[in-house]
C-alpha cells in the first residue's frame, strides 16, 4: 500500500511556527505582461518545507504562466520571487533545477518506448569507465530505480517495461520519486490529475502527500477543488491573471472552496437571472 495523505489536523501547522520558517518560494505581488496582455498581475504565494500550497483556476486563469514563472521558463515583469530568502529573476529552467525547484508537466515529456529505468534517469544517466570503455551503468539504472519507486511505496515489478504501458497515474508518479531521488526542494506539479479517473487521481494525490511527507514544498496546479482540498494547506484562487483569493486550510471549507471555483457571486446572479427571466 502507498502512503496515505495526511488529515487537515495534522497538517496544519501554527502561524507561529510558519511565520518563524524561510519560505522555500515566496512570490509577492509578481505580474507578468505579454506586450499590452496581461498573463498575471500582482499575485501571491509562498511554499513551505514540508506543505502543499494549491493554485486553482479555470483555463486562462493565469495557472500556465505562474508555472512557467516559478520554473525558470520566463522572467518576471514586477514584484518580488524569493527562494530561500533571496530575491531572483530565474533565468531558465536549469537555474530553477539547479536552486532545487523540478517541475512536472502535465504532457510528463516521458519517451514512451524507452524503459521506465531510462526515463527516470533521462539527461542525468550514470556511466562507469573512462574513454573509450566509458558506457551508461545500466545495472545501478535499474537498481536504482526500482528502490527509489519503492521508497515512495511504487511496487513496480519490471523497470525494464515501456513507460508507455504504465497508467497516466502510474507515469505521474515515477515523474514525483524522480524529482525527490534527484533532490528537489521544491516540487511544481501541472495538473497531475486532469486526466485521471477518481481510482488513478486517488493514486496520484497519495504520492503527492509523499513527496510533502518527504519534506518537500509542494505546488499542485489544479481545476479540482476536490482534489486540492484533500492534500492542501493552503489555496490561491486564480481568475483571468488576478488573485481573488488567498486562504490557509483552516480559514476556508471545501463547500466555500468550491463555491468560489464555481464562481461564487457570479454563479448566484446567473442563478437569479434564470429563475427570474425577463418579462
Not at 500582482?42 to 504562466?65: P, Q, W
Not at 530565474?90 to 512536472?104: E, H, M, S, Y
Not at 519503492?150 to 515523474?175: F, H, K, N, W, Y
Request: glycine residues 12%; contains cysteine.
Amino acid at each position: 500500500m502507498g502512503p496515505q495523505a495526511r488529515g487537515g489536523d495534522e497538517m496544519t501547522e501554527t502561524g507561529t511556527e510558519t511565520a518563524e520558517r524561510t519560505a522555500l518560494v515566496e512570490l509577492d505581488g509578481v505580474s507578468k505582461y505579454y506586450g499590452n496582455i496581461r498573463a498575471l498581475e500582482d499575485v501571491s504565494l509562498v511554499v513551505h518545507a514540508g506543505e502543499i500550497s494549491c493554485v486553482l483556476g479555470d483555463n486562462g486563469a493565469g495557472k500556465s504562466t505562474l508555472i512557467k514563472i516559478i520554473a525558470g521558463l520566463h522572467r518576471h515583469d514586477s514584484g518580488s520571487l524569493r527562494i530561500e530568502g533571496d530575491e531572483t529573476k530565474l533565468a531558465n529552467p536549469r537555474d530553477a533545477l539547479d536552486r532545487g525547484i523540478a517541475t512536472v508537466y502535465q504532457d510528463l515529456a516521458v519517451v514512451p518506448l524507452m524503459p521506465v529505468w531510462r526515463n527516470f534517469f533521462l539527461g542525468s544517466e550514470p556511466t562507469r569507465g573512462s574513454g573509450p570503455f566509458k558506457r551508461m551503468d545500466v545495472d545501478l539504472m535499474r537498481r536504482t530505480t526500482h528502490a527509489e519507486l519503492l521508497r515512495m511505496g511504487i511496487d513496480l515489478r519490471d523497470v525494464d517495461q515501456p513507460i508507455g504501458t504504465l497508467s497516466g497515474g502510474e507515469r505521474q508518479c515515477v515523474a514525483i520519486a524522480r524529482a525527490v531521488h534527484f533532490g528537489a526542494k521544491v516540487l511544481v506539479l501541472d495538473e497531475p490529475t486532469a486526466a485521471l479517473g477518481v481510482k488513478q487521481s486517488g493514486v496520484v494525490l497519495k504520492y503527492v502527500a509523499a513527496a510533502r511527507d518527504a519534506g518537500l514544498g509542494v505546488v499542485l496546479i489544479t481545476h479540482n477543488p476536490h482534489h486540492a482540498y484533500l492534500v492542501g494547506n493552503r489555496f490561491v484562487l486564480l481568475k483571468r491573471g488576478t488573485m481573488f483569493g488567498s486562504y490557509a486550510r483552516d480559514e476556508i471549507t471545501l463547500d466555500e472552496l468550491t463555491r468560489q471555483m464555481a464562481g461564487g457571486s457570479e454563479l448566484d446572479d446567473l442563478r437569479h437571472e434564470l429563475e427570474n427571466p425577463p418579462s
